[in-house]
C-alpha cells in the first residue's frame, strides 16, 4: 500500500529527525529543516517524534494515494489541494484512495511537510532514512535521491480519523522581517567588541545562496583579527564568518568540520523560523542566554516526547 509521486517539484524529500552519531567520519545528519512543523505534523497524528515525512520545497509536489489514509499537514502555506479543492494546514484530513494531493505554489513560507499515519516506509541507512543528497544517503532507496515521477512510497491503510488541528499559539508567522537569537559561543569572545556590536546591530539580507547546508547573508561585515584557525565540529546553526565578513548559517546538511571562525550558534526556535525564510528576506540578530534558550528547548522536547 503507498502513494504514488506525480510530480517531484524542485525539491521533495524523505525526511526522519536525522542521522546522529555518525559526523565523527563525515556523515551529516540531515532531518527536518523546520522541526517544529515536522514534530506537529507527527503529534497530530499520534506518530512516533521521528516517524518519517516528505518535505517539500517550494512547492509544485503532488501525489496520488493508493490507499484510504490520515494525513497531516503543517509548515508553509504551499497552495495545498485535495482533487484539486484547497484544504487547510496544520492540520489532518481523511483521504480515500484515488485522491490526489497537490501543492501549487508557495505563498508564505518555503517548505511544508506530509504526514501520515505510522510514517513512511523507507530503506534506512545509518540507523535513518534521512535525505541528504550529498552523502547519496536516504531517501526512498537509501541512496540519496529527491523523490521524482512514478516514485511509490509504502505507507499504512488507516481507517478516517476526527479532525485534529494545531492550536493557533503554536503556528508560527512566517515573516517578512525574523528576528534570530544567536547564543554567544565558538569564537565570540575573540571578535572585538566593536565588531560583536556591528553583528547584532546590522541587518542582514538572506541571498539566492542558500540550501539545506546553509544560508548565507549579505549586509555590513563583520572582521575577524585571527588569521587562521584550526578546524572544529559544526554544531547545528553554526554562523561562520568568512574572509569575506558576510554571515553563513550552517543548517541541517552542513559539512561537520570546518575552520572559520564563528560568533555564535541560532537557537532551535531560530533555526525553524529561517527554514521557512525566502531569499530577500531581512533579518536581525539578538543575544540569548544559553540557559534559557537550553530550558525552552528542554520543554519543548518533552512536550513532543510524551505526546504520544
Known amino acids: ?183 554567544p559561543s565558538y569564537q565570540y569572545q575573540e571578535f572585538s567588541r566593536k565588531q560583536r556590536q556591528r553583528f547584532f546591530d546590522s541587518t542582514y539580507t538572506i541571498t539566492p545562496q542558500m540550501d539545506r547546508m546553509g544560508c548565507r547573508l549579505s549586509g555590513n561585515s563583520v572582521e575577524f583579527d585571527k588569521s587562521s584557525l584550526i578546524s572544529e565540529g559544526i554544531a547545528l546553526g553554526a554562523i561562520q564568518i568568512p574572509a569575506d565578513g558576510q554571515p553563513i548559517v550552517l543548517l541541517k546538511d552542513r559539512q561537520t568540520i570546518g575552520g572559520y571562525p564563528k560568533i555564535g550558534c541560532l537557537t532551535n526556535k531560530s533555526l525553524n523560523l529561517l527554514a521557512q525564510c525566502t531569499p530577500g528576506t531581512q533579518v536581525q540578530f539578538v543575544e540569548k542566554d544559553i540557559f534559557q534558550a537550553e530550558s525552552e528547548r528542554v520543554i519543548e522536547q518533552r512536550f513532543f516526547h510524551h505526546s504520544i
Not at 120 to 129: A, E, H, Y
Not at 159 to 170: C, G, M, N, S
Open 1 to 183: 500500500m503507498s502513494i504514488k509521486v506525480i510530480s517531484g517539484g524542485p525539491l521533495s524529500l524523505v525526511q526522519d529527525l536525522g542521522r546522529f552519531g555518525h559526523q565523527s567520519i563525515g556523515v551529516t545528519t540531515g532531518g527536518p529543516m523546520d522541526e517544529h512543523a515536522f514534530l506537529w505534523a507527527n503529534r497530530l497524528l499520534g506518530n512516533t517524534e521521528d516517524a518519517a515525512q516528505i518535505e517539500v520545497t517550494l512547492g509544485h509536489f503532488s501525489c496520488e494515494f493508493e490507499v484510504n489514509a490520515t494525513v497531516a499537514i503543517t509548515g508553509a502555506d504551499l497552495g495545498v489541494c485535495i482533487n484539486d479543492i484547497p484544504i487547510e494546514t496544520w492540520r489532518t484530513h481523511n483521504v480515500n484512495a484515488g485522491d490526489r494531493l497537490r501543492f501549487t505554489a508557495a505563498k508564505k513560507g518555503l517548505r511544508a511537510y506530509i504526514a501520515v499515519v505510522g510514517g513512511f516506509r523507507t530503506t534506512k541507512m545509518l540507523d535513518s532514512c534521512a535525505t541528504v543528497m550529498r552523502d547519496q544517503l536516504g531517501g526512498l532507496c537509501g541512496k540519496g535521491k529527491k523523490l521524482d515521477v512514478g516514485d511509490r512510497i509504502n505507507c499504512l491503510n488507516s481507517e478516517p480519523r476526527l479532525v485534529t488541528r494545531v492550536p493557533a499559539p503554536f503556528i508560527p508567522d512566517y515573516k517578512e522581517a525574523v528576528v534570530l537569537e544567536v547564543i
